[in-house]
């Protein structure tokens, strides 16, 4: 019998889950449990413990440590990881915060990238390939510099810094391909009701392009996350 494998999902805010990429990663063979950041407990966890690490999005930024001071903690256990090789997804905040923990600036963009849209570039050998030509959701105005020792996956026409990696077990990707199908989208829309306006959208807009290019850009998330799974080194 297949050994089942541990993984963590760290989540910053209630509305921003795993989403679409749960599919992929149970059925690869991890049994994924979760602990939010405002957890009690959270600062004494072992974040070199699960075979498998998933930190994802939320609305503030790495450099708001003085507002979150939990972030300081989150970059010394995450350091750690990443210094084994151990397997790392980071999506949105969380592919910002990996980018952190590699020595890397993170700092607010020039513009606000929300809404639907492909990436100008994806590596074709990549299991970004998966994800080329197709809208996938972008929900930022964050961005950093590129780490040390990694290789870009992807660009957007608004920001050259889309998603890297390092070997074949840490991923960070700044934008939402697990998104598109989660009933969880109508409440960023709530939170954010002003996000379309500052990038030159409307909510009504934004609201059909998701109905419209959502389902399309789950699938083509969840091909992408399985070929990088399937990829790992543990």
Known sequence: MTQTKQGLIIRHVPHEGIAGYRDPVEAAGYALDRIDVGDAGFDGIDLCEPELLIMM???????????????????????????????????????????????ARVYAGPVKEVGFHALSFVDPGSPLGELADVPVLHWHGDTFDLPPDVELLASSKAYRHQAFRRGPNILALQFHAEMGLDPRFDEWMRQWPEAAVEAGSTAEALDRDHRLHGPAAVAAGRRMIAQWLSGLRH
Request: net charge positive; with cysteine.
């Open 57 to 103: 999005g939320g609305p503030m930024g790495v450099y708001e440590q003085d507002r979150y001071p939990r972030i300081a903690c989150q970059l010394r256990l995450l350091a750690r990881r990443i210094e084994a090789g151990l397997p790392t997804l980071g999506v949105c905040f969380g592919a910002q915060m990996i980018a952190a923990a590699m020595g």
